[in-house]
């Protein structure tokens, strides 16, 4: 008589895992917004609206970060053009947003100020849809997802892969600057968009509007990686992890790499459209220069630094570089972009697995 075994799925994650979890979201969700709304600014447990607004840029970074740890730490393929796939959500709020000014303008006129200088009589037909707030959700994760799908459909199917890919994928950045710098595309040309007024009729200045952009950036950032973690623990993470080791195997053994490749590659960037969709509006201004290839390089530079396909150290990557580059720019500016070329240097050659890594390795020592 033969018994049958049923394999129980993996925990998304550990017992102490779950508990950093809870507190993560605790702090996000309550320990802040009491530290800034509630404490006196005087006392020394006050959190400055400064740190909110840092803490919350990073966040949307933080994103990012997790984003590229999907596609380069578990599937092997480097992109140097994520930056891209940030401007075009943080745009698609952006015309939201300008969108929101309303007759509160400069020139006192329904349509955004920049048109008004160059003479624009009526809205360009890509900006049909800005002044409803359910079509830019959907524009925030639909456009990143088409530009990335149709690019990716292209290069995967030609087997583009190394530093080729790489190289397509600045260049591709690149180009998007470029046309988002052009007055006529209906950009805001190096301007780009700011002196955002409200968001659903709720003026985003306030401090409570502020806290709210703040909660809800840390609360889908935590969501993002619950996200992350069930898809490289289910048998399609399992696949792409075949795929960044010995794709040709993976063709042999019945697989399509095209299709998964594909699949994480859309979804990376659909999360880097979100992150630029809460970036927006916390920091109050979107141009092309957000879309530069020097941008999308941090961006692999940040998952380099914390670990990658580690998932959680990429978000401490981008904690620690944006916030050593938030005090450096102050500090000493002239000295910031060598700190992180020297950092990324120094990663690569002594701390090949980042941060994370590290202190797994002190502590497997340790035991």
């Not at 730490?73 to 969108?99: D, E, K, N, Q």
């Not at 994760?141 to 600045?170: D, E, H, M, N, W």
């Not at 007055?183 to 709210?212: S, V, W, Y």
């Not at 053994?253 to 970036?279: Q, R």
Request: charged share 10%; glycine share 10%.
């Amino acid at each position: 008589m033969t018994t049958t075994s049923i394999q129980l799925p993996a925990p998304l994650l550990t017992r102490t895992g779950w508990s950093a979890f809870i507190v993560a979201l605790i702090v996000v969700c309550a320990v802040a917004p009491a530290l800034n709304l509630l404490v006196p600014k005087d006392s020394l447990f006050h959190l400055s609206d400064y740190a909110v607004a840092l803490v919350g840029k990073i966040m949307c970074y933080a994103i990012c970060a997790l984003a590229m740890d999907l596609i380069w730490g578990y599937t092997g393929i480097l992109s140097l053009g994520h930056g891209v796939f940030f401007a075009l959500g943080g745009y698609a709020m952006g015309m939201y947003l300008m969108r929101q000014i309303g007759l509160e303008g400069n020139y006192k006129s329904n349509l955004p100020d920049f048109m008004v200088f160059l003479d624009w009589k009526t809205l360009p037909w890509h900006w049909t849809f800005s002044d409803s707030f359910i079509a830019t959700l959907f524009l925030v994760l639909a456009v990143p997802g088409l530009v990335a799908f149709v690019f990716g459909y292209f290069a995967f199917r030609s087997r583009i892969k190394g530093v080729y890919f790489s190289i397509i994928t600045q260049a591709m950045t690149f180009a998007a600057m470029l046309l988002f710098f052009r007055n006529e595309t209906g950009f805001g040309g190096n301007n780009g968009f700011t002196d955002f007024k409200r968001i659903l009729g709720i003026p985003i200045a306030t401090p409570g509007m502020r806290m709210l952009l703040f909660v809800l950036t840390g609360v889908i950032l935590l969501g993002f990686f619950l996200l992350a973690r069930w898809l490289v623990a289910a048998k399609f993470g399992r696949v792409l992890q075949a795929v960044r080791d010995a794709e040709t195997r993976v063709m042999f053994s019945g697989y399509s790499p095209l299709g998964y490749k594909l699949t994480i590659w859309t979804i990376s960037a659909m999360m880097c459209g979100v992150a630029g969709a809460l970036y927006v509006p916390q920091v109050g201004i979107i141009n092309p220069s957000e879309m530069s290839p020097a941008n999308s390089i941090e961006i692999a530079i940040w998952a380099a630094v914390g670990g990658r396909a580690s998932l959680i150290g990429p978000i401490v990557g981008a904690f620690i570089v944006n916030g050593a580059k938030s005090w450096l720019t102050v500090a000493y500016p002239e000295f910031w972009l060598y700190f992180l070329g020297a950092l990324f240097i120094g990663v690569t050659l002594f701390l090949p697995d980042g941060v994370v890594g590290l202190i797994r390795k002190l502590k497997g020592n340790k035991a």
